[in-house]
């Protein structure tokens, strides 16, 4: 089935997409081409194309070309990890002097990537709230080349326009970059919204288990996919085989474990909503542009504790089915204090977060064991 088939429904592309049986064998699924170089029929004679797997791997080419189908893209690139595709995507289209727009509550491993490791290379950003389309405008510049954004973020769960943004971008001559990771292609789909570029962190709602590291970018445009799948080939970024087979078995199930994530966030997020030690709970189902943009609002729920950090600590402790671990998206619940642990690189910036915030990432579990644990949790 060709990537393209966009006339098909999401959960039938999702299992077919890149993914004809093996014309040799008849094999149903794609297999694991675990090997680094092929055969030549002489010199330049490749045979399908194949040379070398950091050039291409017949097995991250059905994941790339399925990435492209539910994204609405005419290329996918898979890569190592969200951070790799992040990295090459920031260098292939940037040059130092030049100058990016990232949330204010951007991913601390994002933030990090920009404050620590591209500032260095000569690469400007600022921080600011997206939320705010009038605060985003006046913070880009001449040399702004990338509007950098997260819908919903990360833990604070806000939410941008991304038709908003991709007026902004196309205003200053710039690139609107939206990580997808938190909403899945299944939720949001950012480039019919006016994106160029997605990215995504596979290794959360895409890969699905919790057993497996990977990244992805997704482009509709042809020029800029030629310059990202250059860079991805030199400088090596790639996903491997097996990694890549294991992102494309766990897109099969995606819609449905969605679904059932978004069932179990939302009575989660009711119950949060009525408890005396909550104070506040953060997720987009009330928000505006959310309703408009998203499909639904993810198995990602943010609260506060009006008892402050040391009691978001103490019931991180206590949860005995959500685990105490990073990491999100996949079919366990998890638990963690963001301040501590995912966002503990952005301590003493700008972007520092709340410590009497808890992050959950509701897994598919039956809901009624996940509000029991959590009313315990909280108790006490």
């Known amino acids: 089935m060709a990537a393209d088939d966009t006339e098909l429904a999401f959960e039938t592309r999702a299992i077919h997409a890149g993914q004809e049986p093996d014309a040799q ?15 030549q029929d ?15 791997n017949p097995t991250r080419d059905a994941l790339e070309a399925c990435l492209a189908s539910l994204e609405g893209g005419v290329r996918g690139i898979a890569f190592a990890s969200g951070l790799a595709a992040e990295d090459t995507l920031l260098r292939a289209l940037c040059k130092p002097g030049d100058h990016v727009v990232i949330p204010g509550d951007a991913y601390g491993g994002t933030y990090r990537l920009f ?18 389309l009038d605060a985003v405008r006046r913070a880009t510049r001449d040399n702004t080349t990338l509007l950098w954004c997260e819908t919903p973020t ?4 806000n939410v941008a326009d991304i038709t908003g943004l991709a007026a902004i971008a196309r205003d200053v001559g710039a690139r609107l970059v939206v990580d997808n990771t938190f ?5 949001q789909q950012p480039l019919a919204l006016g994106a160029d570029m997605v990215v995504h962190s596979t290794t959360k709602y895409l890969g699905g288990h919790s057993d497996v590291v990977g990244g992805a970018l997704v ?73 408009k943009q998203m499909t639904r609002f993810g198995g990602m729920v943010t609260f506060s504790v009006a008892g402050g950090e040391q009691q978001a600590l103490d019931i991180c402790a206590r949860t005995k089915i959500f685990t105490l671990a990073e990491s999100l998206g996949g079919v366990e619940s998890l638990i963690e204090h963001p301040g501590r642990m995912t966002h503990a690189s952005v301590t003493g910036s700008a ?3 709340p410590g009497d915030l808890v992050r959950l990432s509701v897994g598919i579990e039956h809901v009624d064991d996940l509000l029991a644990d959590l009313r315990q949790a909280l108790a006490g």
């Not at 064998?25 to 055969?39: D, E, F, L, R, W």
């Not at 990360?154 to 769960?157: R, S, T, V």
């Not at 996919?225 to 860079?231: N, Q, S």
């Open 351 to 353: 972007l520092e977060v």
């Open 115 to 132: 404050a620590r490791v591209l500032e260095r290379w000569g690469l400007q950003w600022t921080a600011v709230a997206q939320q705010d």
């Open 25 to 39: 064998t008849g094999a149903v699924v794609p297999p694991i081409y675990q090997v680094s170089t092929y055969a």
């Open 219 to 291: 482009t509709n445009d042809a020029a800029v996919a030629e310059e990202l799948a250059f860079h991805h080939n030199a400088m090596g970024s790639v996903a491997g085989p097996f990694d890549s087979w294991l992102v494309l078995r766990g897109i099969k199930t995606l819609a449905l474990r969605m679904d059932r994530h978004c069932d179990n966030a939302e009575r989660i997020v009711a119950m949060l909503r009525k408890h005396d030690a909550v104070k506040q709970v953060l997720y987009p189902d009330s928000d505006e542009v959310a309703r």
């Open 42 to 56: 002489g010199v330049g004679g490749l045979r399908a194309g194949y040379e070398y797997s950091r050039s291409a």
């Open 154 to 157: 990360n833990p604070l769960l």
């Open 183 to 187: 909403a899945s292609p299944y939720l």
